[in-house]
């Protein structure tokens, strides 16, 4: 079938619409197929995606909203202050994980190919992986004292990583002479190589079948159409301004809270999320550049849709974000991100509570609200290094009518959990405990779901700890009448004795023997106890987590 008019019936829009959703999920398939790493084969840290000729976001497979949200202002700030569009070439793989050239955080490479026809580019395809390891002063590159992003790991600013379907050896020997897992980086690496090849290929069979002007024409016309959906649902909204605030912990370096503030403006069929009430940006590694906290509005905004929208970069023009420079939420250079996340997450947070005022009963109460990032370093008798990086969750936050889900992925990552047995058969580590934490959910008429508790025994001569934690000090919140969520803890247990650690820890030295717990959060609560049945009670008092 081939089409030559501008004008794209429904059907045949809504067939491209899915079409292009599919090639996304193709590449996904393809990187969990090949990648080396557990934290992309077993996590599924990693996110997928194609975008239009110029680069905005037009279909995405189910991975990560941290990511998916943000690759396409990477991708745009790429293209506008770095590698203009003209320069890219067919076969061309441009990659970067720089956060201030349009990065995440620098174990997120982002790597673009662009898509052509004819000698036209029709579109570009996308993904992003969390590397093991991009080098730095810990392991995972997760510095948690870092105060500089010198110290974070090898910065790649945006180039050629293959130039016309010729990789470049040199770039990849720099690579791999900067990380402690170079192996891993390869494999992982080229299953985004591979992953590329596939989303071309399924564009380039999609352009052979509907014409590669109709799929131009289907790109342009979906993000105006979820555009539409999106000032449709924002009108909705009653008009008003609601604000929320919401803390972190610390920034690993200064003890002192870091405000988090958010107040949205509904006007018509268009949005302002105003930042400006947020705290300074942070001397330790919790900064989070303008992209990754625009991702948190974007989910935040999009999770209260009240009908199916089809999520690409159309749904982002109705809502404008204000950001002062030199804000946590908008750091200039070269402020450390490596736990960017935690102000995504709290972020997220804040916003729900805002967006709760507008529209009572959509928005949950506070998830867990932290990426719990614990990495392990093992160190052989022979010196051999190992790296682990474990990203846990906790619980999430109870709805108006019915209880949070326990140990569950939620909010701005999407996360597995990483089966024991590889663990133990990658890295001389051993998992001594593991389950859910009982009490940890906030009380309610619906109670917050459980958090978990895991342990790693370090079975190595030696060891360096790296955590970066959150929710120690500031529990989730509960809604109407909920309590909060029970807060984090973290334990180093040596010879029998629990010794309790901060949220931020960084390359503490471990020996063979010592245990490091985790205890995550737990969601926060919805409504006054007093209100919860007595069939849930007794089923909480029986299964002991109340």
Known sequence: MTTTSSAIDPVTLEVLRNALTAAAAEMDVTVWRTSRSTIVREMLDYSTAVFDRDGFNVAQAARIPQHLNSMGA??????????????????????????????????????????????????????????????GMAAGSYAATATEIFQEGLRIPPLKLVSKGVLNADIMAMMRQNVRRPEILDGDLQA???????????????AAR????????????????SERAVRAMIGRIPDGRYSFEDFLDDDGIVPDPI???ATIEVSGD???IDLSGCGPQAAGPVNATLASSASAIYYAVLSVADQPIAVNAGCYRPVSVIAPDGLIVNPRHPAPVANRIAVSHRLATTLFGALHQAVPGRVPAAYYGVSYVCSFQTIGAGGERGVLVEIE????????????????????????????????????????????LDGSGGAGRQRGGLGLFREWRVDSPEALFTANLERFKFRPYGLEGGEPGREGRLYLIRDGEWRPLPSKVNNLALVQGDVIRLETSGGGGYGPLAERGGADLENDRICHYA
């Open 259 to 261: 405000r988090i503030h």
């Open 270 to 272: 268009e949005m302002v």
């Open 74 to 135: 990477g991708l745009r700030t790429i293209v506008t202050d770095y590698l203009p569009l003209d320069q890219w070439a067919e076969g061309d793989v441009i990659v970067t994980n720089d956060p201030y050239c349009g990065g995440q955080h620098i174990p997120d490479l982002l790597a673009f190919r662009p898509v052509f026809v004819d000698g036209r580019r029709i579109a570009i395809v996308g993904t992003l992986c969390h590397h093991l390891d991009m080098g």
């Open 393 to 436: 969750v906790g619980g999430s936050g109870a709805y108006d009518d019915q209880d949070g889900v326990s140990a569950w992925a939620f909010g701005m990552h999407n996360n597995a959990s990483i089966p024991v047995e590889m663990i133990e058969a990658d890295v001389p580590l051993t998992i001594t405990g593991y389950g859910l």
């Open 192 to 206: 985004q190589l591979a992953s590329l090849s596939v989303g071309e290929a399924g564009l380039k069979a999609l």
């Open 210 to 225: 509907f014409g590669a002007d109709v799929l131009v024409e289907a790109c342009r016309m979906l993000l105006d159409g």
